[in-house]
């Protein structure tokens, strides 16, 4: 993400792949733009429940950014 902003570059990082609770506020920390879920999202019993905590979990981590 640093090397992206040093020159001024305004375009998302996008992470496809492996992206759950345990690693998306990390992720987005890291400067992650988009996350993009598929089992840890459509896997679980609810899968708006578990859009939100992501989403929750990836504020987080842009928060501390």
Do not use: K, M
């Not at 733009?33 to 598929?38: E, Y």
């Not at 840890?40 to 987080?60: I, M, N, W």
Request: hydrophobic share 50%; proline share 3%; no cysteine.
């Amino acid at each position: 993400r640093a090397w992206i902003e040093e020159r001024g570059l305004d375009l998302d990082i996008e992470v496809d792949g492996g992206v759950d609770l345990a690693n998306a506020g990390a992720l987005a920390q890291a400067g992650a733009t988009i996350l993009v879920a598929g089992v840890s999202v459509f896997g679980q019993p609810d899968p708006a429940a578990a859009t939100r905590a992501l989403q929750q979990a990836a504020d987080a981590g842009a928060a501390r950014a």
